[in-house]
């Protein structure tokens, strides 16, 4: 993921202090995270053949809202280069 947003890792994240996060790029602090079969359900949403939606808005009861996108949109939002 860093290298798709020509960010840095951060090394040892997590596991000492002063190294939180997993990535720096496009200046903002990221969490990477990565599961074989998690997240399908907001696949399934973004993949949607009638509403092909750009993004999602989700929010739980009393907490922020979080929006997700695909990474070619976000860096397009961002000003950056369209991911290939």
């Known amino acids: 993921f860093a290298k798709l947003i020509e960010g840095r890792r951060i ?12 990535v720096e790029g496009l200046g903002i602090r990221w969490e990477v995270k990565a599961r074989k079969n998690g997240f399908q359900t907001l696949y399934k949403w973004l993949e949607d053949e009638r509403e092909k939606p750009d993004a999602l808005a989700l929010k739980a009861d009393r907490k922020p809202w979080l929006v997700v996108l695909p990474l070619d949109k976000f860096l397009e939002l961002m000003g950056g280069k369209e991911n290939e």
């Open 11 to 22: 090394p040892l994240s997590g596991a000492q202090e002063g190294f939180e996060n997993d």
